[in-house]
Structure formats: structure tokens, C-alpha cells
Antibody, heavy 116, light 107 residues
């Protein structure tokens, strides 16, 4: 059974940093592209970042470019999102999701709250 | 960036009736379009990809159609478990973009 489990969310002050993790199981993690997608409270879905299978290619939304860094460790079956210079508008549930085109599996999400 | 616009924002439907949801792209995405279903407090689930291919686990009452800039998700004979928010997403170009969602609620 495919499982994606996010962790690392919490309350952080504006300007602070946070590192999210996503633990994958039930599939060959290194064979799949991965993404982070977020959802602000009561709002829709927003794609945040993508990473290729090897980790050599990454894409970011304009809203996080230069502040967030996506990475992966295929030996540990894990995906990461380093978030720096956090802003109030980054407050959201962050999901890791599998897939280059459509996203066929999603984790349950981890809540990030940016507030003083 | 391709802007995805969904309509209506909310659709009130009685159980057993048909629901028709629309998704429009600001430029052609061919058939590179997916639909997701999201229930309250849950992560989204992939429903349709390739504009019309149903994902595993979803019944035949869900169908997708369209190409280019106009897409439709049809739910025939709505069941209680179908009341949810539905999002479209294009994957023709980066960045991948989602529509703002259509909430299907009980009438």
C-alpha cells in the first residue's frame, strides 16, 4: 500500500524557517517524481514545488522561489521542503504528492502556521 | 502561467441527480487535465487524468470530457459520498495550476 506521511509542520514566526519531511512507503520511491502542494485554510490547492527522480531537476512556484528548497533522499525514501523567510501567506496545509503530471497519491498533510 | 477557471463555485444537487462541473483553461492544455475530489478534512484524491480516464477506485458514474480549453466533469446519479469539492489541474506546462474548485453540496 502506497503511503506518504508528512511531518515537521508547526507554528513559526514571520521570517523564520521550517523543514518539512515526507516519508514514503509501499512503492519504489526513487522511481517517482514528487511534489509539494499546499492549501491555505478554506482555500484551494496550490502547487509549490517539484523534484525529479534523481533530484537533479527542481521547479518552484513564483510565490516560493528563492525561499523554499525541495530535496530528496532516495536511500531514506524521503522528500523534504526547506522553508526560509516564511510569511503569513505561507500558512497552509502542506501535502506531498506523487507524480510528474497528475498526482496519484497524496499524504494527509502537515499544517504550517506563520504568525507572531 | 495557465489560469484554470472552474464554474460554478458551488453546485447544489439532489441525491440521484446529475452534476455537471466546468473547467476552463486560459490557453490550450490539449487533454493534459486531471480532476481531483476532496472531502472535508481529507487530502485530495485523483479522480480523472488525461481529461477522461478514471482513476482506480472511482465508479463509472464519474466521467470527464473535453480538450483544448474546455473541460467537463459529469457525475451521474449523485451518491451521498460524492458531495465534496472538485478541482481541475492542468499539466501541459509548468507551473502546474489548479482551478479554484467547485463544491458539490446537497440540495
Amino acid at each position: 500500500e502506497v503511503q506518504l506521511v508528512e511531518s515537521g509542520g508547526g507554528l513559526v514566526q514571520p521570517g523564520g524557517s521550517l523543514r518539512l519531511s515526507c516519508a514514503a512507503s509501499g512503492f519504489t520511491f526513487g522511481s517517482y517524481e514528487m511534489n509539494w502542494v499546499r492549501q491555505a485554510p478554506g482555500k484551494g490547492l496550490e502547487w509549490v514545488s517539484y523534484i525529479s527522480t534523481s533530484g537533479s531537476n527542481m521547479y518552484y512556484s513564483d510565490s516560493v522561489k528563492g525561499r523554499f528548497t525541495i530535496s530528496r533522499d532516495n536511500a531514506k525514501n524521503s522528500l523534504y521542503l526547506q522553508m526560509n523567510s516564511l510569511r503569513a501567506e505561507d500558512t497552509a496545509v502542506y501535502y506531498c504528492a506523487r507524480g510528474y503530471n497528475w498526482k496519484d497519491y497524496w499524504g494527509q498533510g502537515t499544517l504550517v502556521t506563520v504568525s507572531s | 502561467e495557465i489560469v484554470m477557471t472552474q464554474s460554478p463555485a458551488t453546485l447544489s444537487v439532489s441525491p440521484g441527480e446529475r452534476a455537471t462541473l466546468s473547467c476552463r483553461a486560459s490557453q490550450s492544455v490539449s487533454t493534459n487535465l486531471a480532476w481531483y475530489q476532496q472531502k472535508p478534512g481529507q487530502a485530495p484524491s485523483l479522480l480523472i487524468y488525461g481529461a477522461s480516464t478514471r482513476a482506480t477506485g472511482f465508479p463509472a458514474r464519474f466521467s470527464g470530457s473535453g480538450s483544448g480549453t474546455e473541460f467537463t466533469l459529469t457525475i451521474s446519479g449523485l451518491q451521498s459520498e460524492d458531495f465534496a469539492v472538485y478541482y481541475c489541474q492542468q499539466y501541459n506546462i509548468w507551473p502546474r495550476t489548479f482551478g479554484q474548485g467547485t463544491k458539490v453540496e446537497i440540495k
